[in-house]
């Protein structure tokens, strides 16, 4: 027996490293044009020529897309659902999180909101419409403790919705910050994304088994950091975004056949209490770093940037009811979105700036007012040559 499996996995191991020969006709000829293009100067003006023809035509299929896609919405649009079963909404002390859990109450949805703190419990209690449950989304033993009370209250419906909000933000270099810095940020905003998934998958299921015209839902909110390539001192914040963009369109995959919808919702700045500290937050990095990191960057530009950090903030953010009324339609709308950004900047500023050249995108961002302030040990007082 283990000699005929032996030989059946030489067999398959055969068949699959040996191509026939027209495959490797067509590898051969497309491995020799990507070494064509990759080669110096031919590869830059493949890539501008690229961008040249794009240019051209694709105002023509863009003004298409935007008629036809206008047409299916006005024709496709079904309304809002009515409650249908628990949602559960974690990072509710503040901000997107409570105001969600508030709007969706109001509208009669059976709502869990989870926090972190007891005053955030608290503030829940003497609203009386939202069941709040302290959790902390980094501990396993937290998130199934939750789930548990969940499922005992729900034994045939299970969980509908499934809203991951908690976050964490703090500006830092890489220079500044040590690695506890960046594992906390993916501990919370990314990691926590996976382990409520984990825990909330059978009850997701089981809802949308139990509503045979429903499909039950998760709402990751991953941030408009999630789609930009990067922002400077948002390094850790930008790359635990990215990872929960990039693992939100896995899981929508995978949980496609299941019935359970998933939905990244991307909201830029907005008066959150996320937003508000990150002025003595700098301060207290300077205050911390060594005495050489500190001569080469000086207190002055540490300043410039906590001022710039904090003024920046209070000018270019939005309203947090903005983000809360996308997040209440994304749970309870008929047609499903699996993606909504929110916050004006970001439709119609960033989403066109991330379809140009990244040597033009390098140089938007090099003159945004946090980036070109020079730290005082800078090699070069001037603007840098290389973009």
Known sequence: MEETLGATAATIHGALSKPDGKTARKETLLSQLNSFLSADYVSDWAYYGFWFVFWLFMPYVVLGGIVFMA???????KGNRKPVGPVLITGCDSGFGRGLALALSELGWNVYATCMTTDGVHYFAKNGKVTALRMDVTKEEDVR????????????????????????????????????????????????????????????????????????????????????????????????????ESWSNSLRMELRHFGIQVCQVNPVWHRTEIAHSQRDHLVRI???????????????????LADAAYSGRQRHTWEPENVVKALVS??????????????????????PVMMLPRRIINMIYDRWALAAAIPAGALSKGSPTQV
């Open 71 to 77: 047409l299916y919405d006005a024709v496709t649009c």
């Open 145 to 244: 403790a939750v789930m548990a009370k969940v499922d005992a209250a729900h034994p045939k419906e299970g969980l509908y919705a499934l809203v991951n909000n908690a976050g964490v933000d703090r500006f830092g270099t890489t220079d500044w910050c040590d690695v506890e810095h960046y594992r906390w940020h993916m501990e919370i905003n990314f990691f926590g994304h996976v382990r409520m998934v984990k825990e909330a998958l059978p009850l997701l299921k089981r809802a949308a088994r139990h509503n045979d015209y429903h499909s039950s839902r998760i709402l990751n909110i991953t941030s408009f950091s999630g789609l930009l390539s990067g922002l400077f001192m948002k390094s850790a914040y930008g790359a635990s975004k990215h990872a929960a």
């Open 286 to 304: 300077y205050e911390s770093l060594s005495g050489d990191l500190q001569a080469d960057y000086g207190k002055e530009y540490f300043l410039k």
């Open 330 to 351: 994304a749970v309870t709308a008929e047609r499903h979105r699996p993606q909504r950004v929110v916050g004006m900047d970001a439709t119609f500023y960033m989403v």
